[in-house]
């Protein structure tokens, strides 16, 4: 009887929880409503199942219990109760999936009215494509895919030389339009997912996959990968920004097109390697830290090949290849004295250190073109005879201090919450408590990052040793990016 009881509890809290629970949908924000009464018959057909299970498994356990001098009896089969128990499964089943595919077939069904856009997937981010004034977009092969033409657009379409390519995770929509997706892959199996759109779809390598839906609200949505992609997964985000269409038009119209991005190439005095170092660099965040100018975070990479590097042992090398490579994959094998031990290790391919290498040699110089080096941040226990750097201010401290790697400027996503508007915002914290992005607050948030995490973001940000006066600094330019 004690089980029944406790069976009998544990059924009635699961539908209280569910009814009081945290389960809201995000507000819808394309026209896939459909899609969120699929879901709510999905939830009413298994919730009515595991009442009916439940309850059922009580009244056997009161009805069935043990009791002396009672005998079995032995039904090895009931075809009545076969009967019912196979037709109302198959009336569940039928409830469940026929909605699921009557909506699947209109999402694969795409208008004719709607306007192209490419998502391409690549650890861990994403770029998109959108076609020019020809309203189409131009073949693609894998096999052209480089650094100097990272979509594979094939030079000889006509179609391809007026496509704007979008190489950050920002993607502009213009409101009520529908959108036919088509997603790429790169690598390895991703998923373009944008909650409030409803609608989500695999990106495979080798094969194009699609389907269609109609921004229904202005605003910016978060984009999401839901398939587990390795280990920056957590990082692969990207943002929509669903506005009107003249407002949309007018970024459409600033976005490069392949024909343009291959005259700017074509300009260029770096290798195509060294062009695919650039871009690794830009993306895994080196230039926060390293650059080609004085960092108090990080050595520069001007002149950076070649140089005698003394580290915190008190040894010497030659920064050669060999080195370089360990630096990358093994940061903290050698510490470059002056310097903190805060650079994370790299899993890259032998292909992608070659191509930052590349990079350093090509756009660094020689080891005689060093820059006049920063004041470092200073480690325990390590005298530093560097010469100190002028002091920065405002913006140009921002991006010494490697700030600007993690946090943007103008509100869009990185890996750190952007300064656009935070002074003085309201900010919700992991654990729930909501607190006032004020001067106190950003002084906090500065000194010591990890008292305070905010929700959404994860916990990467380094103690960074600042003068009282560079702090100040950072806050006031914070504060002027309020608005």
């Keep these: 009887m004690a089980i029944a009881i406790v069976l009998f509890l544990v059924l009635v809290a699961s539908v209280i929880f569910h009814f009081v629970g945290p389960w809201d949908l995000p507000p819808l924000a394309s026209n896939w409503g459909d899609i969120d009464l699929t879901i709510g018959i999905t939830l009413l057909v298994t919730g009515v199942v595991f009442l009916a299970v439940m309850l059922f ?15 079995a009896d032995y039904e090895p089969e009931n075809k009545k ?18 909605p699921g595919l009557y909506v699947y077939s209109d ?3 795409v208008p004719d009215e709607a306007v192209p856009v490419e998502a391409m997937a690549k650890q861990w981010g994403w770029a998109f494509r959108l076609p020019g004034d020809d309203g189409v977009l131009g073949k693609t092969n894998v096999r052209l895919v480089s650094a ?13 030389q007026d496509d704007r390519l979008i190489q950050t995770p920002i993607l502009h929509l213009e409101l009520n339009q529908p959108v036919h997706a088509q997603l790429r892959s790169l690598d390895v199996l991703h998923n373009f997912y944008v909650p409030q759109f409803r609608t989500k779809m695999d990106a495979v390598p080798g094969i194009v996959s699609s389907f269609w839906f109609t921004p229904t609200v202005a605003g910016e949505f978060e984009i999401l990968c839901a398939e587990y992609c ?5 990082n692969m985000r990207g943002k929509v920004v669903v506005q009107p269409e003249a407002e949309y038009d007018l970024w459409l119209a600033q976005q490069p097109t392949f024909a343009e991005a291959q005259q700017a190439l074509a300009k260029t005095s770096l290798s195509p390697l060294a062009r695919e170092g650039e871009k690794l660099a830009t993306e895994q965040g080196c230039m926060g830290c390293h650059g080609f100018a004085a960092s108090p975070l990080g050595p520069s990479w001007a002149g950076v090949y070649g140089r005698q590097t003394r580290f915190t042992d008190g040894s010497e090398l030659s920064a050669d290849e060999a080195y370089l490579t360990e630096s990358i994959r093994q940061p903290a094998a050698r510490i470059v004295e002056g310097y903190a031990n805060v650079m994370p290790p790299y899993d890259l391919s032998d292909q992608q250190i070659a191509a930052l290498i590349a990079y350093m040699k090509e756009k660094g110089g020689a080891a005689l073109m060093d820059p006049e080096p920063a004041t470092p941040v200073p480690v325990s226990g390590a005298a530093s005879s560097e010469p100190a750097a002028p002091a920065l201010t405002g913006m140009e401290l921002a991006q010494a201090k490697g700030c600007l790697a993690c946090h943007s400027v103008d509100g869009s996503t990185l890996l750190g919450p952007s300064w656009a508007g935070l002074a003085d915002s309201e900010r919700t914290l992991i654990d729930g408590t909501t607190v006032l992005a004020d001067t106190d607050y950003l002084r906090r948030a500065i000194i010591d990052p990890s008292a305070e995490l905010v929700e959404g973001y994860p916990p990467v940000m380094p103690v960074v040793q600042l003068s009282d006066a560079e702090v100040e600094d950072l806050i006031q330019t914070i504060q002027a990016l309020k608005e």
């Design 57 to 71: 498994t009580v009244l056997a356990i009161i009805k069935f219990r043990y009791r002396p001098g009672r005998q």
């Design 148 to 160: 100097d033409n990272p979509f594979g657009l094939d030079p000889v379409d006509p179609a391809s």
């Design 81 to 98: 109760l076969e009967a019912w128990l196979t037709g109302l499964s198959a009336v569940g089943i039928v409830a469940m999936l026929a």
């Design 230 to 234: 390795g280990v920056g997964h957590f």
């Design 107 to 109: 999402v694969v069904s």
